[in-house]
């Protein structure tokens, strides 16, 4: 019998956020100010299934390739 293992991977996330600013540094400054982060949303039977962002001035992709870094074995239950 197989067993069984989480295995965990980072992919990268492009955001973006329409702002109004006076130059580019000062619309670096401003986005920081108004989305900090990320939020879980529930979907797909669980918390931690969907990310995205509150904003319809927001916006979340992500286009590229999953790089697995760690595998944990789990108990069988």
């Known amino acids: 019998m197989k067993r069984k293992y989480r ?18 540094e000062e619309a670096l400054e401003v986005a920081n100010d108004e989305l900090c982060g990320l939020n879980q949303y529930v979907g797909n039977g669980g918390m931690d299934k969907l990310i995205g962002v509150d904003g319809d001035n927001e916006s979340v992709d992500a286009p590229g390739e999953i790089e697995w870094t760690d595998a944990e074995e789990l108990d069988e239950d």
Do not use: C
């Open 7 to 24: 295995v965990k991977g980072r992919v990268s996330v492009d955001v973006t956020i329409e702002v109004e600013a006076d130059s580019a």
